[in-house]
Nanobody, 116 residues
Framework: QVQLRESGPGLVKASQTLSLTCTVSGGSISSGAWTWIRQPPGKGLEWMGL???????YYSSSLKSQTSISRDTSRSQFSLQLTSVTPEDTGVYYCARAAQGSYDYWGQGTQVTVSS
């Protein structure tokens, strides 16, 4: 059973960089597409980007200038960095595995609040 768990600070100050890590167990991150998704309060899910099995990264066009996704296969982790955050980046951040057009495994989500 693949399990994902997000970790990182719950509170970040505006203009700083948000860094989150997703730890994967029960599966290899060398296969599959590992994704970051967020949900602002009162809004729907927003796809942020992913790192593919070959290490290539893909980002939302609206977040591309702020977002970086990387991985550490030795630790079975992949990470998100979001620079220059504002209070509008507040929300629940999820990591998930994309497979065959859907997401088959999700983390439980981690709340991030950006203070002004």
């Amino acid at each position: 059973q693949v399990q994902l768990r997000e970790s990182g600070p719950g509170l970040v100050k505006a203009s700083q960089t948000l860094s989150l890590t997703c730890t994967v167990s029960g599966g290899s991150i060398s296969s599959g597409a590992w994704t970051w998704i967020r949900q602002p309060p009162g809004k729907g899910l927003e796809w942020m980007g992913l790192i593919a099995a070959d290490g290539r990264t893909y980002y939302s066009s609206s977040l591309k200038s702020q977002t970086s996704i990387s991985r550490d296969t030795s630790r079975s982790q992949f990470s998100l960095q979001l620079t220059s955050v504002t209070p509008e980046d507040t929300g629940v951040y999820y990591c998930a595995r994309a497979a065959q057009g859907s997401y088959d495994y999700w983390g439980q989500g981690t709340q991030v609040t950006v203070s002004s």
